[in-house]
Structure formats: C-alpha cells, structure tokens
C-alpha cells in the first residue's frame, strides 16, 4: 500500500473535532468494527464509504444503501478529487472534512488582550465596565427625580437593570458552555455590560444632535440603530474577535441570540407606529396597546354590537 503523510480525515464533533491520519489506502469507514475508521453515529452505515488514492488524486465510493454519502453537497457514488483544497464530506448525519496537514488552522482562542479586547479576557476589566454600566444607571436615576431622595431609592430603581445585565451575562455564559464546554463568564459580563451600556450612550449623543439639528431623526434614527443592530453587531464582533468563528457561523449565532429581542422591538415599534398613525372603524374598547392580542373570542366591533343588539 502506498503512503500519503499529508491527508487528514476530520469528523466534526461538539465542542471538539477528531482528527485520523490516513496513511494506508484504501480506508474503510463506517460502524462496523472491522472498519479502519469506526463511527458510531447510528445514521452511518455498517460500511459507510471508502476512500483509495491512485495517481489522479483520491478515489471516493460511497457504500452506504441506507443515507448515503454527499462529497462537497452533491450526493457521491464513485468520484475521484485532487486534495488541493479541503474535501467536505457528509456521512450520514455526520460531517467531516478531508484535510491537507498542510492547511493554515484558525487563530487560537486569546486570553491575553490588547487594548478594548481586555474587557473580554481579563475579569477586572470586564468587573470594572459592568460597575461603570451601574454608575450611569444609577446617574441617570438621580437625573430623572425630581426631589432629593434617599440612596435607597436610587439603589432600588437600579436593581432591575443590574438584575438584566447578570441574567443577560449568565444567557451568555451558557452558550459559551454549550459551543466549547467552559464557562467563560467574566468575557460573557462584559458583553453583556456593553450591550447594556452603548444604548445609554447612543441616546445622549442622539439628544445632544436633536440640539444641534434643531430635529428629532438624529435621536431616532440611533435608537433605531440601537434596538436593531447594536446588539448583533456586538455579538458578532464577541464571536469573531475573542473566540476567531468563521464568518458565516458567527453571522449565525449573532442572529440566533439577538432574534427574541429583535421580534420584541419589531413589535414594540409597529405597535407605536398604530397608535400614532392607524385610523380604525373599531371602537376605542376593542384597541389594544399589545401586539399580543390573545383572547378567545374578539371583541365585537361597532357594526356588529348593533347587529347584534337588533336581533
């Protein structure tokens, strides 16, 4: 049999991947234990697929009647490819990668910051943003009373936001646990301080533009920008510069856990939007402040209640 020392065989595993140097051709996969690379994954075959080299390149069949094989998403029989680029193979259910050793890896997940990333990797930095987050909570409460009050007052009008930040860094925290098995809370509080604290931020600079303009689209279109795409944009930014995801993963994972906030703004806007432009036939009574308008029966209109009224 000929030698191949540059070929690797990568199966895509939560949070860690397998990786088989595959040196000896041809090389049998699947789940049966007489395999050269047994699988245990239930949608694999008991011979799954085969991979052979000649001068050409390498040689893959597909074995398996039950799933079958897809090469680079098309499904396989017998195809035959140089390994001049990675080969993306799905058994099954499972994904794998053939790989060159050759190949450049992703940049290793850093710790050791420079300059705003340290909010993200050193837990006094994050500590010291969140207690910042807390200070202009606390200031903008004691801006928004009229009279002088206890600090009890202020403390207490504050707790619901710092209750927010926490909930919103363990939300965080857990995702990192489940993507790489650690707790990573200290970077997950100062993302979640940031989110909390640019939308302050952006509101000021936009009444600070109001003045200037002499109109209130500045401050508008910032809290648009704010409820929309701040909060993604900062996820997304968290995935690819501390933990170095590929772009489209990361795109991904941003809109899967800013999603439920933004269905909420979307709602909250449109219902604004009603209030403040909508004409309706329906009575006062039957118009509701809340997207979520859940009853079992509607209230009738004003047609209808004479309608029925008649009867």
């Known amino acids: 049999m000929e030698k191949l020392d540059a070929c690797l065989l990568e199966i895509q595993l939560r949070p860690l991947n397998q990786y088989y140097h595959l040196t000896q051709f041809p090389v049998r996969i699947g789940r049966a234990l007489d395999n050269d690379i047994i699988l245990s994954d239930p949608s694999i075959s008991a011979y799954h697929l085969e991979i052979d080299k000649t001068e050409q390149g390498l040689v893959f069949r597909n074995l398996s009647k039950e799933n079958g094989t897809r090469l680079n998403g098309k499904a396989l029989q017998v195809a035959s490819l140089e390994l001049k680029q990675p080969i993306s193979l799905k058994l099954g259910n499972r994904r794998t990668r053939l790989l060159a050793t050759s190949m450049q890896v992703a940049q290793a997940s850093v710790h050791q910051c420079r300059g705003l990333l340290k909010v993200f990797c050193r837990p006094w930095y994050a500590f010291t943003l969140a207690v910042l987050t807390t200070s202009v909570f606390l200031y903008e409460a004691y801006l928004q009373s009229i009279f002088n009050k206890e600090l009890v007052y202020y403390l207490s009008s504050v707790m619901p936001y710092l209750m927010g930040m926490i909930a919103l860094a363990l939300l965080i925290a857990g995702m990192s646990r489940l993507a790489s098995q650690r707790w990573e809370f200290s970077p997950a509080l100062g993302l979640a301080a940031f989110c909390m604290l640019t939308p302050q931020l952006l509101g000021e600079l936009g009444r600070v533009l109001n003045y200037f303009f002499t109109a209130n689209w500045p401050l508008n279109g910032l809290l648009l920008l704010s409820n929309f795409l701040l909060i993604p944009l900062l996820v997304y930014a968290y995935i690819r510069l501390v933990h170095h995801a590929e772009r489209w993963p990361a795109v991904g994972v941003a809109l899967l856990?800013?999603?439920?906030?933004?269905?909420?703004?979307?709602?909250?806007?449109?219902?604004?939007?009603?209030?403040?432009?909508?004409?309706?036939?329906?009575?006062?009574?039957?118009?509701?402040?809340?997207?979520?308008?859940?009853r079992l029966k509607p209230t009738l209109s004003i047609d209808e209640y004479f309608i029925e009224t008649e009867k």
């Open 257 to 294: 856990f800013s999603a439920p906030l933004l269905v909420y703004q979307a709602m909250d806007l449109t219902d604004q939007w009603t209030i403040e432009h909508e004409f309706t036939g329906q009575a006062d009574f039957n118009r509701n402040l809340s997207a979520w308008d859940l």
